[in-house]
């Protein structure tokens, strides 16, 4: 055997002993490795279980939301032609400011034709009472006149048994006497006639008054509809109305927003539903200002239906062909109004809304609305009180000087 042969396996006895050793550190640091691993899913286990129970378990979000309010249509109440166009797109405008006017020629002609019918009635009536008055006066005429022809005769019945009136005249006076009480009934006929049209009331609320005015509130109503006022403080929006447009009663002619009291309209799968409660708290961040605005709102009811139950083509569920699909149910969202003027939300834009479900004991129906209005307006309650007041002021015109013109007397 040569050195170099004897040299090989001492050199390899070396690289044996680092490879065994080598494999005997591996499965501690192998251990060490997949303890560490373990920890790791553990700890995230845990996280993942705290933010479940914590968090993710007592809320309900969605990014399926958007802006919602009411739109108010302005619309043409009687037929006319545009004059006057007061308000544009995007301007704001108050209850009661006139946005649209139209041509009022033929409604002045018609409120003169009712003031004058007004004012005739009231005269007329005014007539009809001083003839009441004077058949009253004709009535105690007659009655004077019969009492006289009575006295006559019970004057001269003792001379005729003496013998000093002749017969002829007792008969004369008898005569005389029917004559008297004839022309006393026809009187008191003619002044229950008189009294008739007139008894019961005074001059303004006799019944052929009452109809004048009444036509004439309907003209003089008629005639400031030719100024189409705002039934609520807003921002005019779609308006398609031009000068020189012909319109008819009904017509649209532009939308007015009001961009107060505006709520959300969540639409949650119906698999989010089972813990959401009217009443729960909920908070709104909208794309337009992103995380940096949040609002704060409550849950004020849920929707009675299905939006595939109220769409235009409904879906037909009992076809051959039917896939399930996960259903949404609106959800509205009351929103805080001193939030919205810091800052203001429009119709239509998008929203992400997380709802507080911890507590989930509050009713899922709501209850029966109260008796107060949604939405009111006093507006169109100001022009009637005003057309009362023109009615007024023609009738008081028209009653003469006298204080007691309109009082009935009868007999």
């Known amino acids: 055997m040569s050195a170099t042969e004897s040299d090989q396996p001492q050199n390899a006895a070396p690289a044996d002993s680092k490879d065994s050793g080598m494999t005997a550190k591996n499965p501690a640091k192998r251990r060490k490795t997949l303890l560490i691993v373990l920890l790791i899913f553990i700890a995230a286990g845990v996280i993942w279980l705290l933010l479940w129970l914590l968090v993710f378990s007592t809320r309900e979000t969605t990014d399926d939301a958007y802006v919602g309010g009411n739109q108010v249509a302005i619309s043409a109440q009687v037929p006319g032609t545009v004059v006057a166009i007061l308000a544009d797109d995007t301007q704001h405008v108050e209850a009661g400011q006139i946005l649209v ?14 003031e004058a019918s007004l004012a005739a009635a009231v005269r007329q ?33 003792p001379l005729v048994a003496q013998q000093a009136e002749a017969p002829e005249t007792i008969q004369h006076l008898r005569d005389a006497i029917a004559q008297a009480r004839a022309a006393l009934n026809t009187a008191q006929a003619q002044a229950s006639a008189q009294h008739a049209s007139i ?56 939308t007015v927003l009001p961009l ?17 409660r009217i009443g729960q708290p909920a908070k709104v961040e909208a794309d337009i200002y992103g995380s940096s605005v949040e609002y704060h709102g409550k849950v004020i009811g849920l929707g009675a239906g ?9 879906a037909q569920n009992a076809t051959g062909n039917w896939i399930k699909v996960v259903q949404r149910v609106p959800v509205r969202i009351a929103l805080d109004n001193n939030e919205l003027d ?18 989930d004991k509050g009713p899922v129906l709501a209850p029966q609305g109260e008796r107060e209005p949604v939405a ?36």
């Open 125 to 157: 009536v005014r007539q009809q009472t001083d003839s009441a008055n004077g058949s009253d006066a004709a009535v105690a005429e007659r009655q004077v006149e019969l009492k006289k022809a009575e006295a006559d005769l019970k004057r001269r019945l």
């Open 199 to 254: 008894s019961g009331t005074d001059i303004a609320n006799n019944p052929a008054v009452l109809q004048a005015r009444a036509n004439f509130r309907a003209a003089w109503v008629a005639a400031q509809r030719n100024a189409i006022y705002a039934p609520v403080s807003g921002y005019v929006a779609q308006r398609s109305v031009q000068v020189g447009n012909s319109v008819q009663a009904g017509q649209q002619l532009m």
């Open 260 to 276: 107060h009291n505006l709520w959300i309209e969540a639409n949650f799968k119906e698999s989010q539903l089972r813990h959401i």
């Open 101 to 114: 006017k139209l041509d009022n020629t033929d409604a002045s002609v018609r409120l003169a034709q009712a």
């Open 306 to 314: 299905t939006g595939s139950v109220f769409s235009l083509l409904p």
């Open 376 to 411: 009111e307006t006093t507006v169109y309650e100001q022009m009637a009180s005003k057309a009362d007041a023109a009615a007024d002021k023609v009738i008081q015109a028209n009653l003469g000087s006298s204080d007691n013109a309109g009082s009935d007397r009868p007999n």
């Open 342 to 359: 810091k800052h203001p939300l429009r119709i239509g834009l998008s929203s992400d809304v997380t709802v507080d479900i911890t507590d």
